[in-house]
């Protein structure tokens, strides 16, 4: 079986499909704690830290925690079962992630965005996709033209900045389509989307 990694390299995206993973028993809350409990006393040499990309034993915690994470193993059928994907600062990975190598970012923190949608069409029963929460990006301008063609996603939100919003246009289950604060490269596709029935909210 492909590790999470290899299907998600985003790591914001890989974690809420690990979230949604964990909800659906398929992982639990115990063996993300388990898997990470040695790094919380772990000791990097300052070699290890940069000071100009503002490293700190924090930052390394939770790149080492989200690499080790990534290294687990999902299936085709397992990651058929999941039909929602959320990135609410709630979520029970952020929880976990964090109690289990004892740090608390707050969740302000740049590894937990979704800067790449990579891998959402290997989840063939997505149904709802939120990018509300974690999901934001203030800067970076997230492509949706990886969502072409999804055979099931009816309900999508999306945050900060987005482009290629014309491959929506082949999204055949698109039912709802909610604007929270997105700024679009090119918002003539939304007329399109309305034609085809596609509620849109702002």
């Known amino acids: ?16 499909v690990l979230n949604q993973l964990i909800e659906l028993e398929v992982f639990s809350e115990g063996a993300v704690e388990e898997a990470l409990s040695d790094l919380a006393d772990k000791n990097y040499d300052d070699d290890e830290l940069d000071e100009d990309e503002d490293d700190d034993e924090e930052y390394l915690k939770a790149r080492d925690a989200i690499a080790r994470l990534g290294e687990w193993q999902v299936s085709g059928d397992e990651l058929a079962r999941i039909e929602t994907l959320d990135f609410d600062g709630g979520n029970s990975v952020y929880m976990s992630l964090e109690g289990a190598i004892d740090i608390d970012t707050g969740g302000e923190e740049d590894w937990y965005q979704v800067l790449s949608l990579e891998g959402v069409q290997r989840l063939t029963n997505l149904k709802s996709l939120s990018l509300d929460g974690h999901g934001y990006r203030e800067y970076e301008w997230l492509d949706l033209a990886v969502l072409a063609g999804h055979p099931t996603l009816e309900t999508l939100d999306l945050t900060g900045r987005c482009k290629s919003l014309q491959s929506l246009e082949q999204l055949k289950s698109l039912k709802q389509l909610r604007l929270l604060g997105a700024q679009l490269d090119d918002e003539s596709a939304l007329d399109i989307l309305t034609t085809n029935g596609v509620t849109v909210t702002r």
């Open 1 to 16: 079986m492909p590790s999470l990694r290899t299907l998600f390299p985003d790591t914001g995206l890989l974690l809420g």
